[in-house]
């Protein structure tokens, strides 16, 4: 008999895309499944389509939540869920064919606590219909789809502060995650900083390179919006992160820099593709990254670890903030 997976799935205002979601779910051919949506007060349609796709459904359950945002959700869902596995994933992406089940195997045969499979993005229903009709996840994963197994010090090595640092696209044993919970009011990095919550329970995580999960290129996801203080988030996690990473292991401090620079750059720039006026009234947010980049920009041994380009771009900004945000405006500007 199927050990019970739980997929839980948060919602606001998803009517335009959520029922395509539950669908790539039901179809994944794993019959001991439940599936929580939480809505987490739509005001859109959102409750009509959960009420009809439960009423086609028994595995399916709709939880209501007042707007308390993603980290609310998925933690009332862990409340409920009744699987020995659970699983979650955002209500504007899908799953390819299989790969719950495949994920299923992966983790029972590696004897893991975490099975993780790569993801594939898609932006249009011909770009999702070629990616949903590609190869399914094969029975035995070999080659390059070859499942790669960590303990919890590789995992954060060479997982979480290389980018993998999303908790969908991964399928968890229930008494893994415990009582660790999202870190509610975040909504940019909460999920990284579950996944180094996890770390101390954590024995072996096993990971393939196949992209089993579709994410959706949301032009109103959280990525894609023009600043709010929420960007803020994402530098915040990190440096919440970096504490947990560095008492566990001192030797990683660079690295978790490198990261919280990555996160400073990322939300200057954001800042800085607002217009004369806005980029004004953010000045306050402007001046909080600058005096954090200022506190790290003299730490050298950090500088490794950031992506290409992004040495010059820290030292830059750190020197003269104000410039970097207009000329990074301008440039990105004059090449869109």
């Known amino acids: 008999m199927e050990e019970k997976i739980s997929v839980i799935v948060p919602v606001h205002n998803g009517a335009a895309y959520l029922e395509e979601c539950i669908h790539s779910i039901l179809a994944q051919g794993y019959e001991a499944l439940e599936v929580l949506i939480i809505d987490d007060g739509s005001t859109d349609d959102t409750a009509q389509i959960c009420g009809r796709l439960c009423e086609e459904n028994d595995c399916l359950r709709v939880i209501g939540l007042p707007d308390l945002g993603v980290s609310a959700a998925r933690n009332r869902g862990l409340?409920?869920?009744?699987?020995?596995?659970?699983?979650?994933?955002?209500?504007?992406?899908?799953?390819?064919?299989?790969?719950?089940?495949?994920?299923?195997?992966?983790?029972?045969?590696?004897?893991?606590?975490?099975?993780?499979?790569?993801?594939a993005a898609w932006g249009t229903s011909e770009e999702w219909e070629k990616l949903r009709s590609?190869?399914?996840?094969?029975?035995?994963?070999?080659?390059?789809?070859?499942?790669?197994?960590?303990?919890?010090?590789?995992?954060?090595?060479?997982?979480?502060?290389?980018?993998?640092?999303?908790?969908?696209?991964?399928?968890?044993r229930r008494e893994l995650i415990g009582q660790v919970r999202f870190r509610e009011g975040l909504t940019i990095g909460e999920d990284m900083?579950?996944?180094?919550?996890?770390?101390?329970?954590?024995?072996?995580?096993?990971?393939?390179?196949?992209?089993?999960?579709?994410?959706?290129?949301?032009?109103?996801?959280?990525?894609?919006?023009?600043?709010?203080?929420?960007?803020?988030?994402?530098?915040?996690?990190?440096?919440?992160?970096?504490?947990?990473?560095?008492?566990?292991?001192?030797?990683?401090?660079?690295?978790?820099?490198?990261?919280?620079?990555?996160?400073?750059?990322?939300?200057?720039?954001?800042?800085?593709?607002?217009?004369?006026?806005?980029?004004?009234?953010?000045?306050?947010?402007?001046?909080?990254?600058?005096?954090?980049?200022?506190?790290i920009v003299k730490e050298k041994a950090c500088y490794p670890y950031l992506p290409a380009g992004y040495e010059i771009k820290?030292?830059?900004?750190?020197w003269m903030p104000r410039v970097y945000a207009l000329l990074y405006g301008c440039r990105r500007f004059f090449r869109n």
């Open 314 to 318: 820290v030292k830059m900004f750190a």
């Open 193 to 295: 900083l579950f996944l180094v919550e996890l770390l101390p329970r954590l024995k072996q995580a096993v990971e393939t390179a196949y992209p089993g999960y579709g994410y959706y290129r949301n032009p109103g996801g959280a990525m894609q919006r023009s600043f709010t203080p929420a960007y803020m988030d994402q530098i915040y996690c990190w440096e919440m992160a970096r504490e947990l990473i560095v008492k566990r292991d001192a030797s990683l401090a660079a690295q978790a820099d490198a990261q919280i620079m990555v996160a400073i750059m990322l939300t200057v720039g954001k800042i800085a593709l607002l217009s004369g006026r806005e980029r004004g009234q953010a000045k306050a947010y402007l001046g909080v990254c600058h005096r954090k980049v200022k506190g």
């Open 134 to 172: 590609g190869k399914e996840m094969p029975e035995k994963l070999t080659g390059a789809y070859a499942g790669k197994t960590y303990d919890s010090g590789s995992y954060l090595k060479e997982n979480i502060l290389r980018g993998n640092t999303r908790c969908w696209s991964k399928l968890y």
């Open 79 to 119: 409340e409920l869920a009744q699987g020995f596995y659970v699983m979650f994933v955002d209500a504007d992406d899908r799953l390819r064919p299989g790969v719950i089940k495949s994920l299923h195997r992966l983790l029972v045969q590696t004897d893991s606590d975490m099975a993780g499979c790569c993801f």
